[in-house]
């Protein structure tokens, strides 16, 4: 997720997180740099303590409070309603109980809370779903547990969440990789 045509989705995203911010896959510090001075504190949750350690160096030039937990979105160990802003970015599709992890994502937002996101998943197309239906078995153990054919939209809702803003569409790149949602969910 280094490709640098996905740095617009990470700056647009990002940048708008404020408050207690909690991201939800942080990997290796990507995001850091595109935090605004209103994100008063990131935390930082991933369930792989090598890319924790990268997130760290990372975040040693960041001018906010960063805070790293090892741990798993399907159980995050923070307190109910107690966080602004949860960020996700590429990372539903390899989240192995992911309706568990939006559940856990409304506990931890404060009524007043958003979450943001940019994710690729399940396209319209029927001869795209077709090819991301037959991949995604072999894409998820080569990829990280990425799934192909998450329909990003319908698990959002699912979870209580509705769209403030939902964009849609392929960016450049095989059809069964590149579908992506982008935008912004409040509680239902």
Request: charged fraction near 20%; charge should be positive; hydrophobic fraction near 40%.
């Amino acid at each position: 997720m280094r490709n640098k045509t996905l740095v617009p989705y990470r700056s647009r995203i990002v940048s708008l997180a404020q408050g207690r911010v909690l991201e939800i896959g942080i990997g290796s510090g990507l995001n850091l740099p595109f935090y605004s001075s209103v994100a008063e504190q990131v935390i930082g949750l991933e369930p792989s303590a090598k890319l924790l350690a990268m997130a760290s160096r990372a975040g040693l030039t960041a001018s906010r409070r960063l805070e790293l937990i090892e741990g798993s979105a399907e159980m995050i160990p923070l307190e109910n309603a107690s966080i602004d802003t949860v960020v996700t970015t590429w990372t539903l599709c390899s989240i192995p109980a992911v309706r568990a992890a939006l559940g856990e994502t409304r506990r931890v937002l404060k009524p007043s809370g958003r979450l943001l996101f940019v994710e690729h998943g399940r396209a319209p197309d029927p001869s795209v779903r077709w090819w991301q239906d037959r991949l995604t078995p072999i894409w998820k153990r080569i990829g990280g547990g990425c799934h192909l054919n998450r329909a990003i939209n319908s698990l959002i809702q699912d979870a209580g969440f509705v769209f403030e803003k939902l964009e849609i569409g392929y960016i450049r790149g095989p059809n069964p990789m590149t579908f992506m949602y982008e935008g912004s969910a409040r509680w239902r």
